[in-house]
């Protein structure tokens, strides 16, 4: 997906208290492991818990002097199953784009409703995969684990060694768990 000096971007949208920002932060600490220049930050107003929340990643092979938002995005994951209808979380996605949402429907019934055409769209059901390993809604270790299987920008095993190291115990393992569902159960 890179290429010398081209940059990808990645936008990341859903609500506060979801884990955008983490999720945002992981891709860029695993980019940045496996030898990347990169970029993340987050966008958000004042919101309380629940409020839209929007993360940027960006990566390159060279340095990046890029300082701006994502206006369209390489790769759009959209972690707020509530979002993945929304045509409006879509603006700036080109025809080259790859696209990861959380939901329970089929990925042609959403493109067709949305209207949009990208080059890969899949859908994780992130809201079963939570409610099976954490027994509450965490949707941004599925969706990102899905993200990582549609676009192969990293590896599975660095962000695995990233979660434990940041999530030592219990919670690192069940964030590994989900993290592997969503890379395994992406349907395109």
Known sequence: MTGAGKIV???????????????????????????????????????RTGGPVRGYTRFSEEPIDVHSFVYEPDILAVIDP????????????????????????????????????????????ALKISKEIFGTYVFNTPVLGGLVKLTGIVKLETLEKLIMSRFPGKVGELNVQALRRGFEEVVT
């Open 9 to 47: 971007e990645i936008k990341w949208q859903g609500r506060g208290g979801q884990g955008v920002v983490l999720a945002n932060q992981l891709i860029g600490m695993a980019l940045f492991e496996e030898g990347k220049h990169i970029q993340t930050f987050p966008d958000f107003g004042p919101e």
């Open 82 to 125: 509530y979002f993945a209808e929304d045509p409006n979380v879509y603006v700036g996605v080109k025809p080259t784009s790859i696209v990861v949402v959380n939901s329970a429907k089929k990925p042609q019934d959403l493109i067709r409703k949305i209207g949009i055409k990208v080059e890969k769209f899949g859908v994780v059901n």
